[in-house]
């Protein structure tokens, strides 16, 4: 394939669309943003994830002109948009609530930020039409919002949000209103439109699954900072900190101390009942450098009897989650440690070769885990 | 359907009689045919007619009007700029002192307000006329305005003018095109609460007319004040039926404005 892969963000001659450049936003005492730099490249997806008041809602209010930084400075295609007040800014923003006008219809929503630029109806309406057809919406285009279900509305709120072809959309919480299933077909339906439409978007979501399935890279934060930005894959794969492994996904967490026993390879004792484990790792460690090694459950096998593998630990099988597609069991070592492995149910209605109390053996290669500093 | 007891009938009957057979009695003497304010002779319209061709009556009504409709309006857009700012304008120095002293007009004694604005009026050197009467009524009647627009705006989702702000909309064009329809009905029943406000009112307005200027309540007190005369029956019940229409049209305009409420939250509620 020809086809190069999309990843401006590691082109040094590549000029970000938006920088962040030692930002940080006060609110009297309250620090929500701290000290954050950050680079987002055109026609990105980036998600900004996070739990409830880690300052992504903040960073997005700040591009859209809601909020200004109080140190620091943001830049829009090499602008500082300090001051340029919302309605001057070449951004748009798609609001958790929608926040469509309940007065006017959606054709009239949609016509809004084009009526504010232009007198020319003609090519308002050809622009409407546009956009109600990139979300099809033909048919409800002469109803108000409240005559239309959520997801409707939703499409409603992008398609206003994009009429004006904004060079940054910025989406907040876009699908937080639908329920599982629309919010899955959504997810696609907006990776699609951001392709057809060139535009960077910028979501917030506190939903991993959701950051990991629309973007392109995902910045995980954490009380006013930027723990890892990194595309998805490498995020979940490799993270940099405890807080992004815990934070992304199931993982098991070993804390103990690092010796190194080869090129690249450690040992972690974790246990004084234990055997050491062994994990590969870049990063490198001192000796007896306090580590944590994390390890995905779908990368712990389970086995009846001692597996010949780099680690193995014995336990006994505490609980099990059935989740249909897969089983995540929960071995509990004589340590009292935890540790989940996740095996994909392959088989319809396999017999289950374990059950509670049962005496397994959990195993991973060294390759398996991230051993990680903090 | 609970039925109510004979308790709650005679409770319900006492205030209803102690309310309305005053306003009852007074409707009823309006078709009276005598002259003689207490004795019966049968119905009759006819001081209906009279009153049409009183020419001091109608010159007073004609004021009244007039002095309801401009201050009225005048209040409104005043009392709603008031309440945006008060409710949308941020923290700002003063904010909770200011937001109490547009209230405090509501509880003070008319005769304090009237003084003071008759007082005002002297120092400035204005001629008391219809002109200061508007600006009197406008005075009171604002903050009425100003208590029914907030409390709309209070329950009025910010992110709505956030949005048309990001859309390229200016301040301005945000509150005319977003806030303002969508707060309308809030601004209607200010507007005729203000206009019967100013409709009723006698204290005030004796403080602040001069000799070219009689509402209609003055005119009613000053003949009054020289006999009971039919006529005024017959004013005093189109009165009452002016304020009662306004007073309906204005519980049914923030009926329905609390309906649209309703259902745009239950709208939002179906889309959550």
């Not at chain 1, 504010?116 to 033909?138: C, F, G, N, P, Y």
Request: hydrophobic share 50%.
């Amino acid at each position: 394939m020809a086809e190069t892969v999309f990843a401006p963000w590691d082109d040094p001659t590549e000029k970000p669309l938006i920088r962040f450049h030692n930002v940080t936003k006060r609110f009297g005492d309250f620090t929500a943003i701290d000290d954050l730099t950050l680079d987002i490249f055109e026609r990105e997806f980036f998600a900004l994830l996070g739990p409830s008041g880690c300052g992504k809602t903040t960073m997005m209010r700040m591009l859209a002109g809601f909020e200004n930084p109080t140190e620091g400075a943001i830049e829009l295609a090499g602008q500082d948009i300090a001051g340029v007040p919302a309605n001057k800014r070449a951004v748009n923003m798609m609001f958790q609530s929608y926040a469509l006008f309940p007065h006017l219809t959606v054709w009239d929503n949609i016509a809004f930020g084009l009526r504010r630029e232009s007198k020319d109806k003609a090519a308002i309406a050809a622009r409407v039409e546009e956009m109600l057809k990139l979300t099809r919406l033909e048919k409800f285009a002469r109803r108000k919002p409240h005559q239309i279900s959520g997801g409707q509305r939703q499409r409603v709120a992008l398609a206003r949000s994009l009429a004006k072809a904004p060079k940054l959309l910025l989406l907040d919480e876009p699908l937080g209103a639908l329920d599982a299933k629309l919010r899955e077909a959504t997810q696609f339906e907006l990776m699609d439109i951001q392709e057809k439409t060139g535009t960077t978007f910028v979501i917030v979501t506190h939903d991993q699954e959701e950051a990991m399935t629309v973007a392109s890279r995902v910045a995980v934060m954490d009380e006013g900072r930027v723990m890892q930005v990194a595309t998805p894959e490498r995020i979940y794969e490799a993270p940099d900190s405890v807080y992004v492994a815990d934070f992304i996904g199931d993982v098991n967490l070993l804390h103990g101390t690092a010796a190194p026993s080869g090129e690249d390879t450690y040992v972690v004792t974790w246990s004084a009942n234990e055997a050491p484990v062994q994990a590969a790792s870049t990063r490198s460690f001192s000796t007896g450098q306090t580590c944590h090694l994390a390890i995905r459950p779908e990368k712990v096998a389970i086995h009846k009897d001692k597996p010949e593998a780099d680690n193995a630990v014995q336990g006994k099988v505490l609980d099990i989650a059935y989740l249909g597609n897969l089983s995540t069991y929960h071995v509990e070592l004589p340590t009292g440690d935890i540790i989940k492995a996740q095996v994909a149910n392959t088989r319809r209605i396999s017999r289950r070769d374990f059950t509670w109390e049962d005496p397994v053996w959990v195993s991973w290669s060294k390759t398996a885990g991230v051993l990680l500093a903090e | 359907m609970n039925r109510l007891s004979s308790f709650n009938v005679v409770s319900l009957t006492l205030g209803f009689v102690f309310l309305y057979v005053p306003m009852l009695i007074l409707v009823i003497y309006s078709f009276n045919a005598s002259k003689l304010v207490t004795v019966w002779a049968g119905f009759s319209t006819r001081w209906y007619g009279e009153l049409l061709s009183n020419e001091a009556f109608l010159d007073a009504a004609w004021v009244t009007l007039r002095v309801a409709v401009i201050s009225s309006t005048i209040a409104t857009v005043l009392g709603t700029m008031a309440a945006y700012v008060l409710v949308r304008g941020g923290r700002f120095m003063g904010r909770t002192l200011f937001s109490g002293m547009i209230y405090a007009p509501l509880v003070m004694p008319e005769v304090i307000t009237g003084l003071s604005l008759l007082l005002l009026f002297i120092g400035l050197g204005l001629d008391r006329g219809v002109l200061t009467i508007v600006l009197a009524h406008t005075t009171f009647s604002m903050c009425f305005v100003s208590v029914v627009v907030s409390s709309r705006l209070v329950s009025f989702d910010r992110s709505l003018e956030e949005a048309a702000l990001d859309l390229g909309a200016s301040p301005w064009d945000a509150f005319r095109l977003v806030t303002l329809p969508i707060i309308a009905p809030a601004v209607i029943s200010g507007w005729l609460l203000a206009f019967t406000l100013s409709l009723d009112d006698l204290v005030i307005a004796s403080f602040t007319s001069g000799p070219s200027a009689t509402t209609l309540p003055m005119k009613i007190w000053s003949s009054v004040r020289l006999g009971v005369s039919p006529e005024i029956n017959a004013l005093s019940t189109i009165l009452i039926g002016l304020v009662t229409i306004g007073v309906i049209a204005a519980s049914l305009a923030s009926k329905h404005a609390a309906l649209r409420a309703k259902r745009d939250e239950q709208a939002a509620a179906r889309a959550a």
